[in-house]
């Protein structure tokens, strides 16, 4: 397929492969430690266990797989709001389909919508619009998820229902920022990150600007990267031969989508709707300062937060799970006490097994690094389960 | 409401001209047991599955036993219930899915089906005209695959109950002596096989419901597979395993494969057969078509001795056109399904938990 084979060229892999394990050779802290690199964005994270990419890289590489995936930073207070909100009589609550698993306090999206709640599954914020047009004398809710990769389209939604009038059309906003995200990982004092995959979606929207001060600041080096599996070996190879020559710089694998200044016209959008909260609370990280956006008051009229009362509960995160150590890369998801037990696909306690971009669901859905160690071991836990 | 097909009517009088069905919708009373689901019956379901076994409409349908023996040695015996939405996608309906489907579950065994049944249940409100549409459709499917829908059961339920049409068919067919396939055969070396293009139907499905804006030109793959697995068996007596890949897709077929024959199984990206539309589908919308459900594709397992002629043959049938060697049988780890990516990695390919979500970005 056109512009999709191209990337995933297994030929030019193992060139970019040679490549990498003699830069490996060339750095310093591979001949005591690995290197850990994280994948900020939850599509990396997918793409790396869909292409089975850690298998193919040296041992001396390690990814630590970061906080990037919108559903599973979620904490089950908010989704615990979603289903207060969906099962208000006469609402149609609208969702992005990976967001109906993920389990709160007491019950999931999905479960909600088997018990009567009339919950959709959208493609578009627009198409949950469309569903308020057609459906003038029911309130129609949309859950805004997601990092700056999607607040462009629900800002852009939101506008286009002031334009046109929809007063039956809200949005419950969720959106999450990257940059304090980052920030608070980089200040986290169990941490030894190495270098950073940066976001792609997320930069194509904010431009590569905004992570100059993890290289100046933080002296680690960050590569903006594609979602291909050849543009994350690219990257990898890019992110080496930074530590490899010392430097410590903001770089963009991705240039073919992602601009230095970001898109303009999105931001301004994102600006227009948008504020930064105080703070917000993640799932497993807890409360980032500055790490969430809200509705500016002049939006209040589409705000589902101000329209309906919407409980706000904090529910603490089962005590079991170690969500949070995982997504600083504290311990990988094998190592957490209840991965592939208490803990799987099927009945997820950590919000990380629930989606497919979540790197305990990857972990048990893809595999882990060494498939031959890892089956074995996953058919151990089966079998012991 | 709950009656059968069963009617006196003799034929005659439906050939004078009795018993047409008039209204434009279906109501409770077709299902009541009265005159109304008499004429129902003879007008649509006897008009479109007319055959002498169904003809006398008894409670059942009689089949000689001397002539099934005739056929084989043992009986196969399924059944399957069909709810589709959109009821009417490209290449195909659900009358189709609910012959062709019923069919393949008997094929896959090595069976020669025969007979089907046919049971429905009726949303009132219905357009007769849609139900006529879907009989005939199930007719030219039965045709096809060389079988008859011998009996059945009209169930009409109130607006709201059921969506729009329902339909069970069961079936038998005759396993001809010497054919022994089952799940739990694969063993260490064998080869996996599958008859041609995968994820066709569950894309079809998803692109029709139009929830998308996406176009393609993909239709259901929706075929009867007998006549293709009974060229295999000449070819190949001695296939180990063999499943219809329908809701799950490959994918959940070899794990079943592995789960109840305790192997691993080996798939090789590269080689699986898939439509560029397919991928593409696939691509923007973040599934896997690994998972995606088919109507008329087969996964065989078959010895590697067998596998490269078994895929000659059946890439000269029409319903086996590109077929491909997939992947193998390793002994360990059991119950484990693998997937070589094209890129040169690896990973697992686990049973779905839930259907398949789109992702969000």
Known sequence: ?385 | MTTGFVCNLPLEDMQRGRGKVRDATITMAHGSGGKAMRDLIHDVFLGAFNNPLLAPLEDQAVVSLKDLAEGGDRLAFTTDSYVVHPLFFPGGDIGTLAVNGTVNDLAVSGARPLYLSCGVVLEEGLAVETLRRVTMSMRAAADEAGVLIVTGDTKVVERGSADKLFINTAGIGVIPAGVNISASRAQAGDKVIVNGYLGDHGCAILLARNELALETDVLTDCQPLHDLVRTMLKVCPDIHCLRDATRGGLATVANEFAQSSRVAIRLNEAALPLRESVRGACEILGLDPLYLANEGKLVAIVPAANAESLVETMRAHPAGREAAIVGDVMAAPSGIVMLNTGFGGGRIVDLLVGEQLPRIC
């Open chain 1, 1 to 385: 397929m056109k512009y999709v084979d191209e990337f995933r060229d297994p030929v030019k892999a193992q060139t970019l492969l040679k490549e990498i394990r003699q830069l490996v050779e060339r750095i310093e802290i591979c001949r005591h430690r690995p290197l850990q690199i994280m994948e900020v964005c939850g599509g990396h994270t997918h793409s790396i266990f869909r292409y089975g990419l850690q298998q193919m890289l040296p041992p001396e590489i390690e990814f630590v797989h970061g906080p990037g995936c919108p559903v599973c930073v979620l904490p089950m207070g908010r989704v615990d709001d979603c289903i207060a909100l969906a099962q208000i009589p006469g609402a149609i609550f609208t969702t992005f389909g990976d967001a109906m698993r993920v389990p709160g306090s007491k019950k999931s999206l999905l479960q909600a919508k088997a018990e009567g709640a009339d919950v959709r599954m959208v493609y578009s914020p627009l198409d949950a619009l469309k569903l308020a047009h057609e459906n003038p004398q029911r309130e129609v809710i949309f859950f805004g998820l997601g990092f700056e990769t999607t607040m462009p389209s629900t800002a852009l939604t939101v506008l286009q229902a002031k334009a046109e009038g929809v007063r039956n059309f809200s949005l419950f906003c969720n959106h999450i920022t990257i940059i304090p995200t980052i920030k608070a990982i980089l200040d986290s004092p169990d941490l030894h990150l190495d270098g950073f995959l940066g976001p792609g979606h997320v930069s194509m929207v904010i431009g590569t600007a905004p992570y100059d001060f993890i290289a100046r600041h933080y002296r680690r080096p960050i590569v903006v990267a594609g979602f291909e599996p050849l543009d994350i070996l690219h990257s990898i190879w890019m992110v080496l031969k930074q530590l490899a020559e010392g430097r410590c710089e903001v770089e963009n694998q991705y240039a073919r989508i992602v601009s230095d200044e970001g898109n303009s016209l999105s931001l301004a959008a994102v600006n227009e709707v948008y504020e930064l909260r105080e703070f917000f609370e993640w799932r497993g990280l807890g409360s980032i300062d500055h790490s969430g956006v809200r509705m500016r008051e002049g939006f209040a009229a589409w705000d589902a937060e101000r329209k309906f009362a919407v409980p706000n509960l904090k529910i603490a995160d089962p005590k079991s799970c170690q969500c949070g150590e995982v997504l600083k890369g504290v311990i990988k998801p094998r190592e957490c006490k209840v991965f592939g037990t208490a803990c799987t696909p099927e009945t997820p306690l950590g919000a990380l097994m629930v989606s497919s971009e979540g790197a305990c669901a990857a972990y048990y859905n893809f595999g882990r690094i060494d498939i031959s160690g890892l089956t074995q071991s996953l058919a151990e836990r089966r079998a012991a389960a």
